[in-house]
């Protein structure tokens, strides 16, 4: 399967379970999540190791640059990104 076929199968299934969110926000959220998770699939990141690295840091005191390095597309998972 190519590539944009691949992407809008995948948005249309998103598509129809956004419905049961309970609220437009929530969707939104729950959108953004899966856009990171298709990312990571569509990277060859393990969405588990990615999520867990993510949690392990307080992001509100991370820089701008600190966080780019945390997206999916970015990460590594030796890498080390301290708060610093």
């Known amino acids: 399967m190519c590539l944009p ?3 809008e199968a995948l ?3 998103g ?3 956004y419905l049961f969110c309970g609220s ?3 969707a939104k959220r729950a959108g953004l999540l899966y856009s990171l998770l298709v990312t ?8 588990y190791e990615w999520l867990r690295e993510v949690f392990s840091h307080n992001i509100n005191e991370m ?3 600190q966080l780019r390095k ?3 597309h970015k990460w590594k998972k030796t890498e080390s990104i301290t708060t610093d």
Request: one cysteine or more; hydrophobic letters at 25%.
């Open 63 to 65: 820089t701008t640059g």
């Open 40 to 47: 990571c699939k569509l990277n060859n990141v393990n969405p």
């Open 11 to 13: 948005h249309n299934i």
């Open 15 to 17: 598509r129809k379970n």
């Open 70 to 72: 945390l997206l999916p």
């Open 5 to 7: 076929r691949l992407c």
């Open 24 to 26: 437009h926000e929530a």
